[in-house]
């Protein structure tokens, strides 16, 4: 088992910028890739970025050069580290664990925490 507790969220103004960070708890051993989605109002859940165990990173089209993800495996912490926000950034944004476990794949996730981009 794998707990995930997000923090960092807020209310922003466009342009401005805000880093989320996510702490694991528990089996943080068997985690390999970490991730960060978010879900807007009225809108399903989706990826925006994810990291191996190894630091290897993908982002989504809509957040490619403007957010960084990380991780410190030694401290068991993810972050985000979103630049250049826009309103359509504005979502519950969620940190995402999975493990492998006896050909098994599990996912974790976090409570979220609220991101608002707003003048």
């Known amino acids: 088992q794998v707990q995930l507790v997000e923090s960092g969220g807020g209310l922003v103004q466009p342009g401005e910028s805000l880093r989320l960070s996510c702490v694991a708890s528990?089996?943080?051993?068997?985690?390999?890739?970490m991730g960060w989605y978010r879900q807007a109002p009225g809108k399903q859940r989706e990826w925006v970025a994810i990291i191996s165990r190894g630091g290897g990173a993908n982002y989504a089209a809509s957040v490619k050069g403007r957010f960084t993800i990380s991780r410190d495996n030694a401290k068991n912490t993810l972050s985000l580290q979103m630049s250049s926000l826009k309103s359509g950034d504005t979502a519950v944004y969620y940190c995402?664990?999975?493990?492998?476990?006896?050909?098994?794949?599990?996912?974790?996730w976090g409570q979220g925490t609220q991101v608002t981009v707003s003048s």
């Open positions: 528990g089996s943080t051993a068997s985690i390999n890739d």
């Open positions: 995402n664990a999975q493990t492998y476990v006896k050909a098994t794949t599990y996912n974790y």
